[in-house]
């Protein structure tokens, strides 16, 4: 499955992007860490510290804020995995930028880097920032009947949202959306998830 996944990412090319003077404050990104083990692959997954003022306690990947010291958004996704999960620059061969996306909630411009370890390292978790570091198998996601629904609110406007449940972690939002974008488009994986419309969330935003 990885090879196939690694051979598609190829319509993405790796690019290096930074923001401009103007958009620099609603820059982010993330790195989608994929490891193989047992001949499976997996995505590398944080929760959110509990403490946190916003979105404590989601499922997200490693990454985070761009930061006017770094070179590029690739720069800013592994310098963020490197402070959150204690994951070494050099031990990551990142092969794909994906499009830029909002997170829902959120007017941030994110971009996802794909990138490729080779063996599973000794993650740290930052306890100001990360509440748990874990792995998915990739096939969870490739099971449309592991999906449900659930509802987000937000100042009286309930929106509801495809979810995917691993352990105690539900996995939904700009961080599923990403996993699934992938096998849609690496695996012909055939995941039709049906997200709030575009006017809908700009809705929940604005509230």
Known sequence: MLPTIV?????????????????????????????EENGEPEVILTQRALHLTNHAGEVAFPGGMWDLEDRDLLHTALREAHEEIGLEPASVNVIATL?????????????????????????????SEIGAIFSVPLRRFMVPTNYDYIDISHEG???QFPCLHYQQYPIWGFTLRVITDILNETLDAGLDLIYPSHQEIQLLRSE
Do not use: E, I, M, W
């Open 99 to 127: 499009p830029s996306a909002s997170p829902k909630r959120r007017s941030l411009a994110v971009t996802p880097f794909v990138g490729l370890l080779s063996s599973r390292p000794v993650f740290v978790a930052d306890p």
């Open 157 to 159: 406007t309930t929106l």
């Open 7 to 35: 051979k598609n990412l190829q319509k993405y090319p790796l690019s290096a992007p930074r923001p401009d003077a103007s958009t620099h404050r609603f820059t982010a990104a993330v790195l989608v860490a994929l490891l």
